[in-house]
């Protein structure tokens, strides 16, 4: 965008009236611009909250936003296991869920059915620990399986009073978990956090070319309203996993399925020991393409690593636990630690 009051974007149409115009979008000269969508839906004009914002924002050193181009990559899963790594660093941290019709983060951290306390300096979040605190609408829908059908505006007004009334106290860090794409909550959150000072964002994805694609729009999102991508993470690179957790089974000729686990395993134990230790590797999802880091050389954005499927990460997310403190999650946690130590490195 040009710093002048218009707020042209670089890549805008001939005769583009700005973006902060009333015709922003709508206008004859906006047809075929790319940025038509972002501009039609974004508030316009100066907003008397960005002052309140900014004062609650004063007392966060880092916020860092979570993304991914499509939905069930993990996104939330690495927003929930990063707070949880960071809180054991001993930092100060802060989870806000801005997924409004989908809010999964309360049941990964182990906070479903608490409620948000109101106090006179604001809505105080829920704690898992003290240094951890949880916002999200999770906590405030009195019956979970109802769907949320907002629209942009009822949304933008959520996610203003999360940032204006949360009382988060001093943070070192604010983990934004966004839902996936780029739609009204992210045009939201980058407008009404971007003068405070916004780190950067992590991008989630996985390994194949379905998912990568729209990585690739979730990038030049980021690049458009001037967010530094931090990095991208590769999510469920391959389905890494002990021989003591599988399950054997054996056809019948009836066409059932006998479980045989019992049996192979103690004639395992017996014949071949040494295979307990061994990790099986299997490619889930396709990465023939060079996956996530390729698409980073292209694109010129960090690598941040890749994180294997691993089911006993998915029991402690579903048990909403940490995996640095669960002793089975072997091939998850170390590859979650390297690259969130590359991250707090990049924030210092
Ligand atoms: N590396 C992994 N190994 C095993 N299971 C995983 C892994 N990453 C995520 N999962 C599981 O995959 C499921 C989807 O993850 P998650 O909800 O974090 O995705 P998401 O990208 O946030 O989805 P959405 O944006 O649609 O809410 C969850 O059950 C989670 O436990």
């Not at 710093?3 to 700005?18: T, Y």
């Not at 030049?220 to 993470?233: D, P, T």
Request: glycine content about 8%; charged content about 20%.
């Amino acid at each position: 965008m040009d710093s002048g009051n218009h707020q042209i974007p670089e890549n805008a149409n001939e005769h583009c009236p700005g973006s902060q115009s009333e015709e922003a979008g709508k206008a004859d000269a906006c047809a075929g611009c790319p940025n038509q969508q972002i501009c039609a839906t974004a508030p316009k004009g100066p907003d008397p909250d960005l002052v309140t914002i900014a004062e609650r924002m004063a007392t966060i050193k880092h916020k860092i936003l979570v993304l991914s181009g499509k939905g069930g990559v993990g996104k939330s899963t690495f927003a929930a296991q990063l707070s949880f790594a960071l809180a054991e660093m001993d930092s100060q941290v802060g989870l806000l869920d801005i997924d409004i019709c989908g809010p999964s983060i309360p049941k990964m951290l182990g906070l479903e059915g608490q409620d948000i306390h109101q106090s006179n300096l604001g809505w105080s979040p829920v704690y898992v620990e003290s240094n951890l605190g949880v916002m999200s609408i999770g906590f405030m829908l009195p019956n979970p399986d109802e769907a949320v059908i907002w629209r942009g505006p009822r949304k933008n007004g959520l996610i203003k009073q999360f940032l204006k009334d949360v009382d988060w106290g001093e943070l070192d860090y604010l983990v934004v978990d966004a839902p996936p794409g780029t739609s009204d909550e992210h045009i939201s959150i980058v407008q009404f956090l971007q003068a405070t000072g916004i780190v950067g964002a992590i991008i989630v994805t996985t390994p194949q070319q379905v998912s990568l694609i729209d990585v690739r729009k979730e990038i030049s999102f980021c690049k458009k309203v001037g967010i530094q991508v931090l990095g991208i993470v590769e999510n469920m690179s391959e389905l890494r996993q002990s021989i003591s957790d599988f399950r054997f089974v054996k056809s019948t000729e009836s066409g059932h399925e006998n479980d045989v686990t019992e049996w192979a395993l103690s004639y395992i134990r017996s014949n071949a020991p040494e295979l307990l230790s061994v990790i099986s590797c299997c490619e889930v999802f396709d990465s023939s393409r060079g996956g996530a880091a390729k698409m980073c050389a292209e694109m010129r954005v960090p690598f941040l690593g890749k994180v294997p499927m691993d089911p006993h990460l998915c029991r402690a997310v579903e048990e909403g636990r940490s995996c640095f403190t669960d002793q089975k999650c072997t091939v998850s946690a170390p590859a979650l630690r390297t690259i969130i130590e590359k991250l707090v490195s990049s924030c210092q």
